[in-house]
């Protein structure tokens, strides 16, 4: 397992992949990608419990991505874990690839649930996290939704079927970037107060800044002290769509359009700044 220290290099090198994945796709979901890249990379790195060489285990921790369009940052995290080779990423979306737009559990090793219709992961996940109970395995259940993606209904069915069987194995994560393809999460649909309407659920709600890996931390030690408490946990990330690309950055034209060959050169570029930045302390 990396070091802690060594984890913002690895989000440097996921994001860089993010961009060359959807460039040679000639389309994808970057923006999104990019604000999720730092909670990914602690998550397969720091907290789950995996067993990349034995990806069907059993009794391994489950992550479900219900914003599943951003599944390029998923596939980035997952090749440098070692679930399958890093060349592959450059051939998302191809028609023989096994790394589609969107996750697919039947031919992704690493991939515990197909997704993408948004509103439906967090479901899934709340089945999982209940049949570990049931079957009295000691695993946990995270699930990825996005600020946007919380106007669905039925994000709000399986947060109170969270609550009402206790399933404090489950830790929501949502993405606050404030955007989604139609501009701003406050003018599509507001979702705010986030931490309000998952506490009145009955969650234990914890905000933090979701490019930190320290604040990341927080967010997961919550998670654990609230293990036996039979109240499930939800991690607010605020985070910036498009993090790490200038040209990106809080740009919701970003959400679903992949980048031409000047604009990943530049992409790059940004993030090679970054990376010189942590090199140099």
């Excluded at 990608?33 to 990806?55: F, G, H, I, K, Q």
């Excluded at 051939?91 to 690839?97: A, F, H, I, Q």
């Excluded at 970054?274 to 090199?279: M, S």
């Amino acid at each position: 397992m990396m070091e802690v220290q060594n984890l913002p290099e690895l989000a440097v090198t996921v994001r860089e992949d993010i961009l060359r994945m959807t460039h040679a796709a000639g389309n994808g979901h970057p923006g999104g990608s990019l604000s999720a890249t730092d909670y990914l990379v602690w998550l397969y790195n720091r907290e789950m419990n995996v067993r990349p060489d034995e990806p069907c285990w059993e009794d391994r921790d489950r992550f479900v991505l219900s914003k599943g369009h951003v599944v390029p940052a998923l596939y980035a995290v997952l090749a440098h874990k070692g679930y399958f080779p890093v060349e592959d990423l450059l051939t998302l979306r191809k028609p023989t690839s096994h790394l589609q737009g969107h996750p697919n559990m039947n031919d992704t090793p690493g991939i515990d649930m197909s997704s993408g219709s948004l509103g439906q992961g967090i479901g899934a996940a709340v089945g999982m996290a209940k049949g570990a109970k049931v079957l009295g395995k000691p695993l946990s259940v995270h699930v990825l939704l996005g600020d946007g993606e919380c106007a669905e209904g039925e994000v709000w069915e399986a947060a109170l079927y969270a609550a009402h069987y206790k399933l404090d194995n489950l830790c929501v994560a949502v993405d606050v970037n404030g955007l989604q393809i139609d501009g701003t999460t406050a003018e599509v649909m507001n979702t705010a107060p986030l931490d309000a309407k998952f506490a009145a659920f009955g969650f234990d709600a914890i905000t933090v800044d979701g490019h930190d890996f320290a604040e990341i931390a927080k967010g997961f030690a919550r998670f654990h002290e609230n293990q036996g408490s039979g109240r499930p946990t939800v991690i607010l990330m605020k985070t910036v769509k498009g993090k790490g690309v200038s040209f990106m950055e809080n740009n919701p034209g970003w959400h679903g359009k992949a980048p031409n060959d000047e604009e990943l050169a530049q992409g790059l570029r940004d993030l090679a700044a970054i990376r010189q930045q942590l090199k140099e302390g």
